[in-house]
């Protein structure tokens, strides 16, 4: 079985502040991807980033970056310099493999206050 | 850019009435899913479908849920016998084969009464 977990619930931040997502997940497939999505207030489901199981190299896109760490089985989301349009609510989720069906957390609500 | 579309918006119903939700994925994608959140909860796993078939399906998808692709563009679900507990948004997806990212619409809300 699958879980993934997501121990903030709400985050609160004032403009230009960075904000970091924690995830941790549990599985026994060896290979498996990590996402994370962004849920605006007008409810879409917005795809932000994709790791693979195999490739642990953590990167930065723009204001966002990840560190993704196996060995704790974290897959973390940072936004550098937030803004008042990142206000939505983060999911991280777990794939067992290609094509597969996502298992979501429970999402982080982050407020991002001018 | 190409995009999940899923129609209704939002629709009310009765219970016990049938309704069928319907999606239009990525013109070339093979793989559907089918996800509901209900309010302020996570976003679970229904059913996914490939090749004409179902591959996958959760516990959730009961007796109550089908799904099908009538044509070469639509993916629809459709609920039988609603329940209150069904009112929920629910969410399409794609994927293509070559890529692992599920692509989602933006969702139709569903309010049982």
């Known amino acids: 079985a699958q879980k993934v977990t997501q121990a903030q619930t709400e985050i609160s931040v004032v403009e230009k502040e960075d904000v970091t997502l924690d995830c941790v997940y549990e599985?026994?497939?060896?290979?498996?991807?990590l996402f994370w999505y962004k849920q605006p207030p007008s409810g879409e489901l917005v795809f932000l980033i994709r790791?693979?199981?195999?490739?642990?190299q953590n990167e930065i896109s723009g204001r966002y970056s990840w560190n993704f760490q196996k060995s704790t089985s974290s897959f973390n989301f940072t936004i550098t310099a937030s803004q008042v349009v990142d206000s939505a609510v983060y999911f991280c989720?777990?794939?067992?493999?290609?094509?597969?069906?996502?298992?979501f957390g429970g999402g982080t609500r982050v407020l991002v206050k001018p | 850019e190409p995009e999940v579309t899923q129609t209704p918006s939002h629709q009310v119903t009765q219970m016990g009435q049938e309704v069928i939700l319907r999606c239009v994925p990525i013109?070339?994608?093979?793989?559907f899913y089918w996800y509901r959140q209900i309010l302020g909860q996570k976003v679970e796993f229904l059913v996914s479908?490939?090749?004409?078939?179902?591959?996958?399906k959760s516990e959730i998808f009961d007796d109550q849920f089908s799904v099908e692709r009538p044509d070469g563009s639509n993916f629809t679900l459709k609920i039988r016998s609603t329940k209150l507990e069904d009112s929920a948004m629910y969410f399409c997806?794609?994927?293509?084969?070559?890529?692992?990212?599920?692509?989602f619409g933006p969702g139709t809300r569903l309010l049982v009464l």
């Open positions: 997806a794609s994927r293509s084969t070559w890529q692992e990212t599920q692509y």
């Open positions: 599985t026994r497939d060896t290979t498996y991807y």
């Open positions: 790791r693979n199981s195999f490739d642990e």
């Open positions: 989720a777990l794939s067992p493999g290609a094509g597969n069906k996502l298992t």
């Open positions: 013109s070339n994608h093979l793989y």
């Open positions: 479908f490939y090749n004409n078939e179902i591959s996958e």
